[in-house]
């Protein structure tokens, strides 16, 4: 099995909905593009992803929404280098379809209060559902390992609760550890890296926010 020595995780810069929320009203979450910033936060990303790889070749995984597809762009990577592959089941959490402003707004607080797991938006989706999906993708990439000529590198490019759902998954956290984690920032970078035991480690923690608060007693 021809294990990448490297998995690397991206989250799309800066969109026009993290920017104005009030934007939901107007486009639907497929559409939205990257701002200004974002797209400066996408090229300086993609300085580093160039250096990173080199002359490596890399397997490519991108979220079918606009944003994340505007973001491998700007990476600028060497097309001779890459192939890529467009994955609906890295895209965001669905949140429904046509939303309005002021009620996602109230279920975000809901789903503060909830958990972030467990919440299911109205129409949409909840963590759980997510992480099920993201799972099944695992299994996707982990047949592709199969292949003798595999890449020595996999960039997926995608959102931020998908992110550290695909870490949650493979690194087999529990939900309080997920729980207590914050999404990485735009255009953020996390890498899984290949030891010399067979293993995979993180290159840097996400943020916690606060100490896991579990139901098992015994931890």
């Given at each position: 099995?021809?294990?990448?020595?490297?998995?690397?995780?991206?989250?799309?810069?800066?969109?026009?909905?993290?920017?104005?929320?009030?934007?939901?009203?107007?486009?639907?979450?497929?559409?939205?593009?990257?701002?200004?910033?974002?797209?400066?936060?996408?090229e300086a990303t993609g300085e580093h992803l160039r250096e990173l790889f080199g002359q490596e070749r890399v397997s490519v995984y991108v979220s079918p929404y606009r944003r994340t597809l505007e973001t491998l762009r700007a990476f600028d990577l060497d097309p001779a280098l890459i192939r890529v592959r467009e994955e609906?089941?890295?895209?965001?959490?669905?949140?429904?379809?046509?939303?309005?402003?002021?009620?996602?707004?109230?279920?975000?607080?809901y789903r503060d209060a909830y958990g972030h797991f467990f919440y299911r938006f109205a129409q949409g989706e909840s963590g759980a559902d997510v992480y099920d999906r993201v799972g099944a993708f695992l299994e996707s990439l982990?047949?592709?390992?199969?292949?003798?000529?595999?890449?020595?590198?996999?960039?997926?490019?995608t959102h931020g609760l998908t992110m550290?759902?695909?870490?949650?998954?493979?690194?087999?956290?529990?939900?309080?550890?997920?729980?207590?984690?914050?999404?990485?920032?735009?255009?953020?970078?996390?890498?899984?890296i290949l030891g010399a035991d067979g293993r995979y480690s993180l290159d840097r923690p996400f943020v916690r926010w606060r100490e896991p608060e579990t139901y098992d007693q015994m931890r």
């Open positions: 099995m021809a294990r990448p020595r490297r998995i690397v995780l991206v989250r799309h810069g800066e969109s026009e909905g993290n920017a104005d929320d009030t934007v939901y009203e107007r486009e639907p979450d497929h559409a939205l593009r990257l701002t200004d910033i974002g797209r400066r936060q996408a609906p089941r890295l895209r965001e959490q669905d949140w429904g379809n046509w939303q309005d402003r002021d009620d996602v707004r109230l279920q975000k607080a982990y047949r592709s390992f199969e292949a003798p000529d595999h890449p020595p590198n996999v960039l997926l490019v550290r759902l695909f870490c949650m998954r493979w690194f087999h956290w529990s939900v309080a550890e997920f729980e207590a984690l914050s999404n990485p920032g735009n255009a953020e970078v996390r890498s899984l």
